[in-house]
């Protein structure tokens, strides 16, 4: 969800590429033997055409590209994987079940196999296969993937972002510790700006950050864009009083954070004019990777999301759902490899090689060594625990991805905040675009 | 010519057959002459027009076959305050930046039209901002204007003439000031250039007439310049003005149409309903409704090549 710089991750990717995964031959020992009693047997001649999102991190896409070698030579299943900028990948795979035809494999965002549900192989059996062997599935990432008691999609992995900010700051601001709920979030924040060294949040149109924090926010007010019905519900108290907090907090911000892109809170966090934002573990990598900032590094920390009013967490992180089409010929060899993937001798080297960039859907991985190996990590572990669905309460699926798509809670939350519009105008012009989503 | 030649072609005609008319026949001759470039505009304008105009009917989105729902895409955005806001901004883009590319335009295109020293070498300078590519130009300026990195808010600082940064991309009217400015500097060597061009095709005797009348330059350049520039600047306007129009590289790169959609024209909205949030109807409606915009700057260019035709006849010069 949040950007990365990918230049800054190039070095630092590279260098852990090498210790990150399996040692070859080990590697490949371990596929034949999966091979052979995997519940799924690829079929003779398989062929798979896969599409992945384009990776942030070399590492990862190295660690990747290792177990997509080892299936292919402990299955003898033909694999062509290739990949997509996040913009594209949603098109392309609707384009291909519209059609029918050029994808087996789809490995998207969000919701995707809720976006054309009857395109789609059921993959109920390598869910329960996983959700048995590994500790069960997150409860954000079975709702992003089921309808009804059908899992569409296997939820891979998340991509979440949490609290990155400069202890010597917040420590001087008089928080020793991370505040856990929004008044006192508040107060940090105000104390950052009178110390000189504010907090920013991005305003602009940054499909991963402006949406990933000011749905924490109305969500934590218990404010919903649409309720358990899919009844359009943002005009409300509730939205009014976040609404209010919301600006309170942009008040001490940083200035310029309407026109923030994903990428601006990166740069002015490494550029050390930032000291508490939120997202990936991108800048804490980035910084990490850097021999000039390894003060900058050694200051970053990371926290979870304060609690709001709700009282309980209301992040939104990006689930990654990959999913088979049901007109692929091969619907085995596509199964055993998403199995394949999520199998613990893969799938701990793999977010290893992510270095912290994705998380684990499946509980068991909590204690994967890539948590623990930098207990600056360890944080983000929890992103597909502690996440709602990308609807929050209401039915997951297209409306709600189209809702976050369109900037509809960004652009309420930035209307009021910088005072283009009073907090009625700004929920009622809303109102009016969900309900046009939601008719 | 023509005339003398029909009766005697006649007898034969009648007898060939269709076919042989439509291989001989002068007028169907001109048509088989005209077909790889009507094919040509029919598959690549005509046809994507007409199916933008058709999903603007729908209710289609990305991947999925959409239902005619009749105008009720152009009546949801009729009470859409973002669209409006997006048709302003289109608008005050569009004049203000023409107008300043004009005006920028045609005083440089003057100035490279005098004799002076590394001529061709200035001349082709001046084409620089033309052609480096839109994206990389929208990315120097973002930087340039960015909230925290911005050079000018640096110098300014450093300067003493300011303690805070310049908040360029995040305050409405700064914001739009910014984005008008890149465009016009992107816009104003291809206007300099094609006026520079028509200033070549003024015959130096009618300044040389004019100057042995006792004319001031001021005078020189309103009743022979001008005029003879007229259909030129026409056809050089109504290009640049559709070009404005249209932009969407710049405004992407820079603002993504922020702040709080202060710099969203329609073709960035469109671009973002269309196929960052799936809606292709919806989409196709807002890059619709800019057909009737578009169409009134062609006919401005209509209008002013046929005045040259009247011109000439007139002055008969």
Known sequence: MQDFTRRSLLQGGTALAATGMLTGPALFDFAKAWAQSAPWKAEPGAKLTVMRWKRFVPSEDDAFNAMVAAFKSATGVEMNVFSESFEDVQPKASVAANTGSGLDVAWGLHTLPQLFPTKVLKMNDVADYLGKKYGGWTDAAAKTCKLGEDWLGIPVATNGGYMTYRKSATDKAGFKEFPKDFPSFLEMCKALKANNTPAGFALGHASGDANGWLHWILWGHNAWTVNEKDQVSINSPETAKALEYCKALYETFIPGTPSWNDSSNNKAYLAGELYCTLNGISIYVAAKTDPTKKELAEDTYHALHPVGPIGKPTELQLTLPILAFNFTKYPNAAKAFVAFMLEKENYEKWLDGAQGYLQQTLNAYESAAVWTADPKNAVFSQASKRTLPASGIGTVGEKAATAIADFIVVDMFANYCTGAKDAKGAMAEAERQLKRIYR | ?317
């Open chain 2, 1 to 317: 010519m023509a005339d003398v030649a029909i009766p005697r072609a006649k007898p034969q005609m009648s007898e060939a057959g269709a076919w042989a008319q439509l291989k001989h026949n002068r007028n169907w001759l001109g048509f088989w002459f005209m077909l790889p470039a009507m094919v040509f505009l029919i598959f690549f304008l005509a046809y994507p027009l007409g199916l933008g105009i058709w999903l603007s009917f729908t209710d289609t989105r990305i991947g999925r076959v959409g239902h005619f729902i009749a105008t009720e895409n152009y009546e949801w955005l009729w009470d859409d305050s973002i669209f409006w806001l997006s048709v302003f901004n289109t608008l005050l883009y569009t004049f203000v930046a023409s107008a300043f590319k004009f005006g920028i335009g045609l005083y440089l295109a003057l100035l490279l039209n005098e004799h002076m020293p590394f001529k061709a070498m200035l001349r082709a300078m001046v084409l620089i901002p033309f052609i480096v590519p839109t994206v990389l130009s929208a990315l120097a300026f973002w930087w340039i204007f960015d909230s925290q990195f911005s050079i000018i808010s640096w110098s300014l600082k450093h300067l003493g003439l300011i303690s805070q940064n310049i908040n360029f991309l995040g305050d409405t009217t700064w914001a739009r000031i910014c984005v008008i400015f890149a465009n016009i500097w992107r816009g104003v060597p291809f206007v300099a250039i094609t006026l520079l061009a028509g200033l070549q095709t003024v015959s130096p005797s009618l300044y040389e007439a004019a100057i042995l009348d006792g004319a001031s330059s001021w005078q020189r350049f309103r009743y022979i310049t001008y005029p003879l520039l007229t259909p030129i600047i026409a056809v050089v306007m109504t290009f640049s003005v559709l070009f404005t129009f249209t932009d969407f590289q710049l405004i992407w790169a820079m603002t993504r149409g922020g702040p709080v959609n202060a710099t969203h024209l329609m073709a960035t909205l469109s671009y973002q309903r269309a196929i960052i949030a799936g809606q292709l109807g919806e989409g196709a409606a807002i890059s619709s409704a800019m057909i009737p915009f578009l169409l009134a700057a062609i006919m401005v260019s209509w209008f002013g090549l046929q005045r040259r035709k009247w011109q000439q006849g007139e002055n008969n010069d």
